[in-house]
């Protein structure tokens, strides 16, 4: 068997999502997991996402030979604390995390004599869904996976930590945490901010109740990440802070330009600006 | 028969799925489509969106009872001024420009004596695509049409216009032009400015090519809205430069608080936009 014991810490959309795929797979014998919310935990039971749980994090790691900590960003340092005494001396270690700079300070502040087989990585899938419930055998087939490896990183556990999500149809790349951060606060990070924030504005005018009922599919498209977890994505935003500011930096002188364009009316800088997005939306979204 | 000779002068994404969904219901014997480019007249007429063509606007309106001007805001000066003699001492006319406030301008400069039976109009639905290939009979299906009729027009034009989209499965409302303009700056082209202007800055940065691999499914949804036709997005600005101005600096303010929460690390803001922001979406989004 690929895995024999399994530990899921934080059975949420992204977390479910892979013991599903696993257990689908059949590359696990047993699924562990652990959580602070009971109720969640015993759903993941009733959804058959898990064998049984334990709500403390030491004794759920306990003899697990694959351990996947799936919590928000914020709580990964505490995470790391928690199960490092716990761990057993071949468990390999990984992460889901949107952003990886945090995540390895974490590792290297606690994960000690572990940290040669954790390996950092951060699928890229999701919905704006959150929890359990919301999460499906089928979420990272044909994504990507980025893994960050370490340099303290046994070959062994790199490539037990590919072929865990190549057995679920994702694409792994490898990439450097520094790049990683970058390319995320991009495309997914910066997007997030813009959405939120635009859903925030509207939210704001005193005739939100009729703007928003004339909203219309292309909004509702454009808004569909602004309902995504707060809290996780307050987290995100801290963690990848440096990344995050930077392009958000570059987003607004293009954001100047472009208003400067219609204040004016320069129709020539308009369309430019139009048509060099389109025909780049179209090239990548094929 | 509710229309005797529909003329549709610009038949593309909304021209054309206006034909089509007319059609489908019986409301008109024939339909005769305007447009500069043959060839998207020819594959028309092979659809059958339309019975035949003109490419002369003034020999287009001949004899028509409804005539729909589903050209581009920047063309809609020059397309009133070429059918205005032209049109029938009955005909009813109506357009589908995003923007109101240019329009009835051009409308009050050259409809003349037909200003009595030309209702604004502007259904909120579309996708990114264009042209007539694009067009579908069911786009208007249970969306909203605003109408923003004039002082000047005749009870009976704004009823003919309002039965047009009712007839096709529209829920038509009435709002003033200004209120219009302002709701869709809000809502629409806000958000088409915000994802142009993203996905330009993307594709500035070096690392390009492999930033929009990374893209997901949250991206592709987020810039769904820059595939959209640069040119008619460039008459939009310009037809309603005053409203989006005002509402893009409503959204530059709110931006640079969240950017400057996440300078400083100020959670409790940054949490506020975002849960704010959600529920709003999650509320509208139903």
């Given at each position: 068997m690929f895995i024999q014991r399994l530990c899921i810490i934080g059975v949420g959309l992204i977390g479910g999502s892979l013991a599903r795929a696993l257990r689908r797979v059949g590359a696990c014998d047993e699924v562990v997991g652990c959580g602070r919310n009971t109720a969640n935990l015993e759903h993941a039971i009733e959804l058959g996402v898990i064998d049984r749980y334990e709500t403390s994090p030491a004794r759920a790691v306990k003899d697990a030979d694959m351990v996947v900590v799936a919590v928000p960003l914020g709580t990964m340092v505490s995470m790391f604390s928690a199960i490092s005494d716990a761990l057993s001396p071949q468990a390999v270690i990984t992460d889901v995390g949107s952003a990886k700079a945090t995540v390895v300070a974490d590792a290297h502040q606690h994960l000690g004599r572990h940290l040669s087989r954790f390996v950092p990585g951060h699928p890229i899938a999701g919905t704006e869904k959150s929890g359990v419930?919301?999460?499906?055998?089928?979420?990272?087939?044909n994504r990507r996976v980025i893994l960050t490896p370490l340099?303290?990183?046994e070959q062994q556990a790199i490539a037990k930590v590919t072929t865990l999500w190549e057995k679920i149809g994702a694409n792994v790349v490898n990439m450097s945490v520094a790049h990683h951060d970058e390319v995320l606060a991009a495309t997914s990070h910066l997007p997030h901010i813009l959405a939120y924030s635009l859903v925030d504005t509207l939210a704001k005018m005193e005739d939100r109740t009729e703007i928003f009922q004339f909203a219309a599919g292309g909004f509702r498209d454009f808004t569909?990440?602004?309902?995504?977890d707060p809290k996780m994505w307050h987290d995100i935003c801290l963690a990848n802070r440096d990344a995050i500011l930077k392009t958000l930096g570059s987003f607004n002188t293009e954001l100047a330009k472009l208003t400067e364009a219609v204040r004016q009316g320069d129709s020539q800088c308009i369309e430019d600006i139009f048509t060099r997005a389109k025909t780049a939306r179209d090239k990548f979204a094929g």
């Open positions: 419930a919301a999460s499906f055998a089928e979420l990272f087939e340099l303290e990183n569909r990440i602004a309902s995504s």
